[in-house]
């Protein structure tokens, strides 16, 4: 006889619900816009060159796109929350992959071309200095801190309702943890995005680099997490205890 598998802990269902499988079919599609050759079959040596040269900015691109699909997915299966408002801000995150997804290839593409001095192929005609580069970070930053926002806003919307989603003290920490996260995602994408809107036009190769080096902030990522986590557990149980 078939037995199922055993979700992981604290997980409130297997099923996927039609926003979920709305989802999923969204980030799906989103996929299929990082193809590395989306225009034809590469049919000679060089094409295919040409094609894996573009896997740098292909893996880039999907690794973003992944981030945040399994995001949602974690946050549905532990929170398995409905409602008008986490809804909206489900089909605003596919609505932001869906418009970031194309411009987020070409723009990983230019930056991967720049750092390697043109070795990996271009794919903006039109993209030569300093200023350019900038708007290609403004773009991506901005990309990136609104599809965290809608993350960090899921996961605030089940911290809100956990005496309504009966979730003991860990179950509540985890989510303000991630909401910390979130937030911390949010803020360093818009840090990098204000630090490229102020870079002069006539800025040199080590300036115009310090809004993509502002990313490895992300590294204190996991300090933020369980700052988060702390703090809002000690409020758990003393809400328990004032309750008791």
């Given at each position: 006889?078939?037995?199922?598998?055993?979700?992981?802990?604290?997980?409130?269902?297997?099923?996927a619900?039609?926003?979920?499988a709305?989802?999923?079919?969204?980030?799906?599609?989103?996929?299929?816009?990082?193809?590395?050759?989306?225009d034809?079959?590469?049919?000679?040596?060089r094409?295919?060159?040409?094609?894996?040269?573009?896997?740098?900015?292909?893996?880039?691109g999907?690794?973003?796109?992944?981030?945040?699909?399994?995001?949602?997915?974690?946050?549905?299966?532990?929170?398995?929350?409905?409602g008008?408002?986490?809804t909206?801000?489900s089909?605003?995150?596919?609505?932001?992959?869906?418009?970031?997804?194309?411009?987020?290839?070409?723009l990983?593409g230019?930056?991967?071309?720049?750092?390697?001095?043109?070795?990996?192929?271009?794919?903006l005609?039109?993209?030569?200095?300093?200023?350019?580069?900038?708007f290609?970070?403004?773009?991506?930053?901005?990309?990136?801190?609104?599809m965290?926002?809608?993350?960090?806003?899921?996961y605030?919307?089940?911290?809100?309702?956990?005496?309504?989603?009966?979730?003991?003290?860990?179950?509540?920490a985890?989510a303000?943890?991630?909401?910390?996260?979130?937030?911390?995602?949010?803020?360093?994408?818009?840090?990098?995005?204000?630090?490229?809107?102020?870079l002069?036009?006539?800025?040199v190769?080590?300036?115009?680099a310090?809004?993509?080096?502002?990313?490895?902030?992300?590294s204190?990522?996991?300090?933020?997490?369980?700052?988060?986590?702390?703090r809002?557990?000690?409020?758990v149980?003393?809400?328990?205890a004032?309750?008791?």
């Amino acid at each position: 006889m078939d037995q199922q598998a055993t979700p992981p802990a604290g997980w409130r269902g297997g099923g996927a619900t039609r926003l979920e499988a709305f989802v999923d079919a969204a980030f799906a599609f989103a996929v299929t816009l990082l193809v590395i050759s989306a225009d034809r079959v590469p049919d000679s040596v060089r094409a295919l060159v040409l094609a894996l040269k573009q896997v740098p900015a292909f893996a880039a691109g999907f690794a973003l796109l992944a981030l945040f699909w399994y995001a949602h997915v974690r946050w549905s299966r532990h929170y398995r929350l409905d409602g008008m408002l986490a809804t909206l801000l489900s089909l605003l995150l596919v609505f932001l992959v869906l418009v970031y997804v194309y411009p987020l290839r070409l723009l990983l593409g230019t930056f991967f071309a720049w750092i390697t001095a043109g070795w990996l192929p271009m794919p903006l005609s039109d993209v030569a200095g300093a200023p350019q580069i900038a708007f290609v970070f403004v773009f991506y930053g901005l990309a990136f801190a609104s599809m965290s926002a809608c993350m960090g806003g899921l996961y605030l919307l089940a911290w809100r309702r956990r005496r309504q989603l009966a979730l003991d003290a860990d179950r509540a920490a985890d989510a303000m943890g991630e909401v910390a996260a979130y937030g911390y995602f949010c803020a360093v994408g818009m840090l990098s995005a204000l630090v490229a809107i102020g870079l002069p036009e006539d800025a040199v190769p080590w300036q115009v680099a310090i809004p993509g080096t502002l990313y490895f902030l992300l590294s204190l990522t996991g300090l933020v997490h369980v700052l988060g986590r702390r703090r809002a557990r000690r409020r758990v149980e003393a809400e328990g205890a004032a309750n008791a």
